[in-house]
């Protein structure tokens, strides 16, 4: 057993994963543990466990930050970007993955085309695109922009799992009497439960991360999402360290949340078809 334990390749596999750990795991114990000390705690030391926890700083970065409207607007965002993004990307994989189509598989090149596109590519034009149709300074002018750009991965994503169901009984469920709806609704979809999650997660960090489309689109404070506010926060109070350090605990506290919460259903929704294609 002992022998089995401290093989000179095991041993180097978990230094190497330490190592991984540490890089991993570093800045974040940095940003948390100078969330809650105060400048004078921070001088003294930056490493250190704090001595005693400030909790006052996160009622002063809530409070002074403006993040009770930044996580309102966040989530008026976020929630229809994530639940219309899911419900297309799984209507369209379901059509490219078991309906005969006309130029199917082109059509589908195209779609996932869409992954290699940079917002950075599409901003300044999407940007007349939408003064043309009155939607700056709107949600609504965030929220269209980040549906589309998340149905090409959704779509590439969904499809391959569902290339893994057993297309028989598909056949079977229609020989019964089942609609398209009823197949997609009732067989399908708890099939696709642990993908479905997966693309939940991935869809509500990328749209709540979103800077760039945020930052062009929205003028008006009282519209701002989190990542902007918490970049005009960052360079108002850039002399008070922990005060954006709590700033960012606030900003990034819910993705960490879901994650841990979802990431058994995160990793085997990964596993189940998304590197099959």
């Keep these: 057993m002992?022998?089995?334990?401290?093989?000179?390749?095991?041993?180097?596999?978990?230094?190497?994963?330490?190592?991984f750990l540490m890089l991993a795991f570093g800045p974040f114990y940095l940003v948390w543990t100078t969330a809650f000390k105060t400048k004078a705690d921070l001088i003294q030391s930056v490493f250190a466990f704090p001595e005693v926890f400030h909790f006052e700083n996160v009622l002063r970065a809530w409070e002074q930050g403006h993040f009770s409207t930044y996580y309102i607007n966040s989530v008026l965002v976020v929630i229809p970007v994530v639940l219309v993004a899911i419900v297309l990307s799984i209507t369209n994989?379901?059509?490219?993955?078991?309906?005969?189509?006309?130029?199917?598989?082109?059509?589908?090149?195209i779609i996932v085309f869409g992954m290699t596109i940079p917002m950075e590519v599409v901003i300044i034009q999407l940007y007349y695109h939408l003064q043309t149709l009155g939607m700056l300074n709107k949600l609504i002018g965030l929220i269209l922009p980040q549906i589309a750009m998340s149905i090409p991965f959704g779509t590439f994503?969904?499809?391959a799992t569902l290339r893994d169901i057993s297309k028989s009984m598909i056949d079977?469920?229609?020989m019964d009497g089942a609609g398209t709806f009823t197949i997609l609704t009732r067989i399908i979809m708890p099939l696709l439960a642990p993908s479905i999650v997966t693309l939940v997660v991935f869809f509500f960090i990328w749209t709540w991360n979103e800077f760039l489309l945020a930052l062009v689109v929205i003028n008006k404070e009282a519209l701002r999402t989190l990542?902007?506010?918490?970049a005009f926060f960052s360079g108002k109070y850039s002399g008070d360290i922990p005060l954006i350090a709590m700033g960012a605990t606030l900003m990034t506290l819910p993705v960490i949340i879901l994650y841990v919460f979802l990431q058994r259903y995160v990793i085997s929704g990964i596993t189940a078809g998304a590197v099959k294609e």
């Design 2 to 19: 002992l022998r089995t334990i401290f093989k000179p390749r095991r041993i180097v596999m978990y230094v190497f994963l330490m190592l």
């Design 157 to 159: 994503f969904m499809r």
């Design 172 to 174: 079977a469920a229609e």
């Design 93 to 109: 994989s379901y059509a490219f993955a078991y309906f005969r189509l006309p130029f199917k598989e082109l059509l589908f090149g």
């Design 227 to 230: 990542p902007v506010g918490m």
